[in-house]
């Protein structure tokens, strides 16, 4: 069983940064995708990124997709995400979310904002940006 705990969130200004964290307290392996989430008040879960854990693929919504950027170290099994430009409807709490084995490419592509690809999920961090 993986388990993920997300930290890093807090409040900014609009144009602001953040970066939050996904560390993994197990392995993950190379086959593995990590998703990115938010869910705002009254609003659907929705996928803002994702990343493989062998790093040759990496999607983005394209609300975020110039600002948002993924990166991840191996040697603490954790997975960030980087936010920059930050706006008010940034505002939402954000999850990591974790699958074993990841889709080929082309099927990945499709639903890797999709909820149902993922196994496991993180409690969540806030991130609050005032204007």
């Known amino acids: 069983q993986v388990q993920l705990v997300e930290s890093g969130g807090g409040s900014v200004q609009t144009g602001g940064s953040l970066r939050l964290a996904c560390a993994a307290t197990?392995?993950?392996?190379?086959?593995?995708?990590i998703g990115w989430f938010r869910q705002a008040p009254g609003k659907e879960r929705e996928g803002v990124a994702a990343?493989?854990?062998?790093?040759?693929?990496?999607a983005y919504a394209a609300s975020v997709k110039g600002r948002f950027t993924t990166s991840q170290n191996y040697a603490v099994n954790t997975v960030y995400l980087h936010m920059n430009s930050l706006e008010p409807e940034d505002n939402a709490m954000y999850y990591c979310a974790a699958t074993s084995s990841c889709r080929d490419l082309g099927s990945w592509s499709l639903a890797w904002g999709r909820k149902d690809e993922y196994n496991y999920w993180g409690q969540g961090t806030q991130v609050t940006v005032s204007s």
């Open positions: 197990r392995y993950t392996p190379s086959s593995a995708c």
């Open positions: 990343i493989s854990r062998g790093g040759e693929r990496a």
